[in-house]
């Protein structure tokens, strides 16, 4: 079964719904585009092994981005792509640098017509199933963005086009151009739910990523313990800090008790909030070993009605 998001004329793009998940590779080689863990994050062989993993659980669409590990995300997706012959929807963004030079970004024309080609190479693909800007670029007219992307269509470079880390008002300049938005999104992350509005009132694909917000619905961080080695609060906290209060803790031990009698952990729970949200087309997954993809899996098999999805978002007002 597989999901058309509506385009432009002769544009659109096939997402495999059979279990709505999308694998998110951004921990390959790296946290994420950030330069100073370049070479961090999953070896190839731990990506390897998650590939393997997601590709047996039914997970056909793999979403990535040219930055993503210095570009080792990018490169192994497509070692893998050509080892195994699997041939996984594939989304890559365009943004930060590949090689972490400070000075190489942005959605220039002229950068975004060099930066697909780098991808399609490592990909080891003639085309990207989705291409999105990773950020918006005030430098640069969003016409002159959208204008190339849209080159990049007619090319055959590309087959549909989108954007990620975008708010209300700069959808509303791009127009009717895009078929998709990534946002960060959770039951601890709704600050841009009206984008998810936005999206559902115009036909344009929705994917949250950051589903368990860095690993906080995961239940692994608890009140007046230090974070576990190795996790997102040890490595790359910033984002997060700001829910480190009583209200979040308070909440999180609501939504254990849920998933408790629900028969679920917490993470499953915390997807099924999402996945039964029929705004929403897939959810975008970054698992840090096989066993991760479980409760976003699991969580297809559980129903919740509009009210108890408003009684669990109460949990974190």
């Given at each position: 079964?597989?999901?058309?998001?509506?385009?432009?004329?002769?544009?659109?793009?096939?997402?495999?719904?059979?279990?709505?998940?999308?694998?998110?590779?951004?921990?390959?080689?790296?946290?994420?585009?950030?330069?100073?863990?370049?070479?961090?994050?999953?070896?190839?062989?731990?990506?390897?092994?998650?590939?393997?993993?997601?590709?047996?659980?039914?997970?056909?669409?793999?979403?990535?981005?040219?930055?993503?590990?210095?570009?080792?995300?990018?490169?192994?997706?497509?070692?893998?792509?050509a080892r195994t012959g699997n041939e996984p929807t594939l989304t890559t963004k365009v943004f930060h640098s590949v090689e972490g030079d400070p000075d190489d970004h942005g959605l220039s024309r002229e950068r975004i017509l060099r930066q697909i080609d780098g991808s399609l190479a490592r990909l080891g693909v003639e085309q990207v199933d989705m291409y999105l800007i990773h950020e918006p670029d005030p430098a640069t007219p969003i016409e002159e963005t959208l204008d190339a992307l849209e080159e990049l269509v007619r090319a055959g470079k590309v087959n549909a086009i989108g954007a990620s880390n975008v708010d209300v008002a700069w959808l509303e300049q791009a127009g009717d151009r895009l078929q998709w938005v990534q946002n960060s999104y959770s039951l601890l992350d709704r600050e841009l739910d009206d984008v998810l509005v936005y999206c559902a009132d115009h036909g344009i694909g929705f994917s949250p990523f950051s589903p368990l917000a860095g690993g906080w619905l995961s239940g692994k961080y608890r009140r007046d313990e230090a974070p576990p080695r190795g996790s997102r609060m040890t490595m790359r906290p910033e984002p997060y800090l700001h829910l480190d209060t009583e209200a979040v803790y308070d909440g999180l031990d609501r939504l254990a008790a849920a998933a408790a009698e629900r028969g679920v952990d917490m993470p499953t729970l915390a997807f099924a909030w999402l996945l039964t949200d029929p705004r929403i087309a897939a959810v975008v997954t970054g698992p840090r070993r096989p066993g991760h993809l479980e409760p976003a899996i699991a969580a297809l098999e559980v129903e919740l009605s509009p009210a108890e999805r408003d009684e669990l978002a109460s949990f974190f007002p």
């Open positions: 079964m597989s999901l058309l998001v509506p385009g432009g004329p002769g544009i659109g793009l096939t997402f495999n719904v059979e279990h709505r998940v999308i694998l998110g590779c951004g921990n390959f080689g790296g946290i994420g585009s950030a330069p100073a863990f370049f070479g961090r994050g999953e070896s190839e062989d731990d990506a390897v092994a998650i590939m393997d993993s997601a590709w047996l659980l039914g997970i056909r669409d793999f979403d990535t981005a040219d930055a993503y590990g210095g570009g080792r995300s990018e490169a192994w997706i497509g070692r893998w792509r």
